[in-house]
């Protein structure tokens, strides 16, 4: 059982260009969720999933795009990266939103943006 | 916006306790998460407060006062292993999780 998959582990991507995340996992869960994690600011939410076909904004959502066209796949997408996108991407699932259901987390993706 | 508060860094020797604290103000609240995380790695679930009290989990143990917006994460017999961030996390009316910037904890021989 592999649980949740990123890919790719890291990418070095010129800025002005696009760039996917990919996103997948195993577990059935209904929701899904992409952070952004950077030095003294922790985990921020960038956009969300409560169920396959729904998707809502997260904390800093502005640059980002996401889709959710079935259960185990969130793709996150770059239009056009600048270096303030410059993080590491971390993608998690939890069976139901809200409540107590943890979230399991990817193994993350560094990104850098020159 | 929400608001959670956590020491930047602490240091214990091996063997000791250590308590790493958590304020918050949110809008609404829907129970208080604890994350570890080592460097390069994913966070990991360590526990889940939605009522005051002391939740113990093994050498873990997780408080919760409501009413003063707080919460404390209590590592005993610390071990190496243990070196790592420590992620408290809020769930608020929204059921969307805020973290703090995390807590880095060194344990020392």
């Known amino acids: 059982i592999a649980g949740i998959t990123q890919a790719p582990t890291s990418q070095i991507l010129a800025a002005g260009r696009r760039m996917t995340l990919r996103c997948t996992q195993d577990?059935?869960?209904?929701?899904m969720y992409w952070y952004r994690q950077d030095l003294g600011l922790g985990l921020r939410l960038i956009h969300y999933?409560?169920?396959?076909?729904?998707?809502g904004k997260g904390e800093v959502p502005d640059g980002y795009s996401v889709s959710r066209a079935n259960t185990d796949d969130f793709p996150l997408t770059l239009a056009s990266a600048v270096p303030s996108q410059t993080s590491v991407y971390f993608c998690?699932?939890?069976?139901?939103?809200?409540?107590?259901?943890?979230?399991?987390f990817g193994p993350g993706t560094r990104l850098t943006v020159l | 916006g929400q608001n959670i508060d956590q020491p930047t860094e602490m240091t214990a020797t091996e063997g000791a306790i250590v308590q790493i604290n958590c304020t918050y103000q949110?809008?609404?609240?829907?129970?208080l998460f604890w994350y570890q995380q080592h460097a390069g790695e994913a966070p990991t679930f360590l526990s889940y407060?939605?009522?005051?009290g002391l939740e113990e989990k093994g050498r873990f143990s997780s408080f919760l006062s409501r009413s003063k917006g707080y919460s404390y994460l209590l590592l005993k017999e610390l071990q190496m292993k243990d070196s790592a961030s420590y992620l408290c996390?809020?769930?608020?009316?929204?059921?969307?999780?805020?973290f703090g910037a995390g807590t880095t904890v060194t344990v020392r021989a």
């Open positions: 577990m059935r869960h209904n929701a």
């Open positions: 949110t809008s609404g609240f829907n129970g």
């Open positions: 998690a699932s939890s069976d139901q939103a809200g409540g107590y259901n943890e979230q399991f």
């Open positions: 999933s409560n169920t396959a076909g729904t998707t």
């Open positions: 996390a809020v769930m608020a009316d929204d059921y969307k999780l805020s």
């Open positions: 407060n939605v009522l005051d």
